[in-house]
């Protein structure tokens, strides 16, 4: 894990990316996540990701969603918009970049006065506390941001020490998450996926046996080997890039069969 400043900072600069990016337009489509447009990826950050995770932090656990519109001196017209599928144009309230700039902000001032052990309530039980949603918040925006930005062209890269943390972020957890929340999870039969980040230190090996996956930091010979940037590495894992994008080694047939074994979620 990186410390509390590294990932508030991180999360600042994301925040402030997606809003440059919706500044250019909100009604464009957003490639990376099929049906929705800019506007429904900062109403999901807003309303989805950071409102909730505020009134984590000021332990209002039973409030639903949209009242921290209010909490936060919103008005509450954005509701229908909210409630939406967010696909009709007409319904986009104005403001909406308000909204989202107003939210982050809120939250990075939770973010920044916690300290990493702070217990807290998280959807991951083994790490109950602050330094959790400090790391997942940072990760989550700036996979957004790179969405965000797609929308209206090329990318940027995420930033190396961010992405190579967010690598195992979603191998040490999000992989372990994504198999418990999937109905009909495929079990592993021994496949090995060797992972070699190309512009930094960090080696990973996936196993999926019969009685789970085993992830393990080390230079290992693997069913497939798929290499890469810390920035390609994290975005392949989060579905945002093809394999195509990086370099693979191996039983090409066992990509697809990962996003199998490690369903999105």
């Known amino acids: 894990m990186l ?4 990932y508030c900072d991180a999360f600042h600069r994301e925040a402030a990316g997606i809003a440059d990016a919706a500044r250019k337009g909100l009604l464009a489509p957003v490639p990376s996540c099929p049906g929705w447009s800019v506007a429904a990826l900062l109403t999901h950050l807003a309303v989805n ?4 995770t505020i009134r984590v932090f000021r332990a209002l656990p039973n409030e639903a969603p949209i009242s921290s519109f209010v909490d936060l001196g919103i008005t509450a017209s954005f509701e229908a918009w909210a409630d939406s599928d967010r696909i009709d144009p007409t319904l986009i309230p104005d403001g909406l970049i308000d909204l989202f700039e107003a939210t982050a902000a809120a939250l990075e001032a939770e973010l920044r006065s916690a300290q990493l052990d702070l217990p807290i309530k998280t959807w991951w039980p083994p ?4 330094g959790f949603l400090q790391r997942r918040i940072a990760h989550e925006t700036a996979v957004h941001r790179w969405d965000a930005q797609l929308a209206h062209g090329t990318p940027d890269a995420i930033e190396p020490i961010l992405a190579a943390d967010g690598i195992e ?3 040490e957890i999000m ?3 994504s198999r418990q929340r999937a109905e009909n999870v495929r079990q592993g039969s021994g496949e090995t996926y060797h992972f070699h980040r190309t512009d930094g ?8 046996l019969e009685t789970g996956p085993v ?4 230079h290992a010979k693997g069913d497939i080997a798929i290499r890469g940037t810390a920035s390609d590495l994290f975005l392949f894992l989060w579905h945002r890039i093809p394999v195509d994008r990086l370099e693979s080694f191996g039983d090409i047939a066992l990509v ?4 199998e074994l490690v369903p999105p979620g």
């Open 169 to 171: 972020e979603s191998l």
């Open 3 to 6: 410390d509390k400043t590294a």
């Open 49 to 52: 990701v950071y409102a909730p």
């Open 201 to 208: 230190p960090g080696e990973w090996l996936v196993q999926f």
């Open 175 to 177: 992989l372990f998450a």
């Open 127 to 130: 790490q109950q506390n602050a």
């Open 256 to 259: 697809q069969r990962y996003f």
């Open 215 to 218: 992830v393990t930091r080390e």
